[in-house]
């Protein structure tokens, strides 16, 4: 009876199913192997869509960051050369003076904790447009120089809340 249990078994070696031949089964096996590698690559590629998208959209928000700190900014600089012109033009006795150049020196000090900096220039510096802005000329001095800094330049990063606005000196014409 040992020998009749042995091949009664459910599958047989030699069992074929109807419908179903071995080189189908390869078949489909091949199939759903190259589905699933296009599927994985369509994941790699969607991932590093977004990804890049991520990348991307972060750059905007921060650029948006700045030009709203910069708006910001640019009045907060405007009453700060306010102020510097006021203390530039009183002589006083009583320490006025003194009271207000310390208001202005937190004022920059908060411009500075804004992220912005201010654009160093001096007189003799090369004019650079992208930097400053010449708001009249002088004569004497190298063509294309600064011949006075008026007003300070500010930047937040690579974005110029407002340039510096400058004296350029500019070649006098020959008299005739």
């Avoid at 009583?94 to 150049?101: A, I």
């Avoid at 900096?117 to 007189?123: A, F």
Wanted: aromatic share 4%; proline share 3%; net charge negative.
């Amino acid at each position: 009876m040992s020998d009749q249990k042995k091949s009664q078994s459910p599958v047989q070696k030699n069992d074929r199913r109807p419908g179903i031949s071995t080189d189908d089964c390869g078949k489909q096996v091949d199939e759903l192997t190259r589905q699933v590698e296009s599927l994985d690559l369509q994941l790699k590629k969607t991932l590093s869509d977004y990804q890049h998208l991520k990348q991307d959209m972060d750059k905007r928000l921060d650029f948006e960051r700045q030009m709203i700190t910069a708006d910001l900014l640019r009045s907060v600089i405007g009453i700060a050369d306010d102020i510097d012109l006021a203390v530039d033009r009183v002589e006083d006795d009583k320490g006025w003076r003194e009271g207000v150049t310390l208001i202005l020196d937190k004022m920059r000090s908060v411009i500075q904790g804004m992220g912005a900096e201010m654009i160093t220039v001096g007189q003799g510096d090369e004019f650079d447009p992208l930097l400053h802005e010449a708001v009249g000329v002088a004569s004497g001095g190298a063509e294309g120089t600064i011949a006075q800094v008026l007003q300070n330049g500010y930047r937040i990063g690579d974005v110029i809340v407002r340039p510096a606005r400058v004296l350029v000196y500019k070649m006098s014409s020959p008299k005739k």
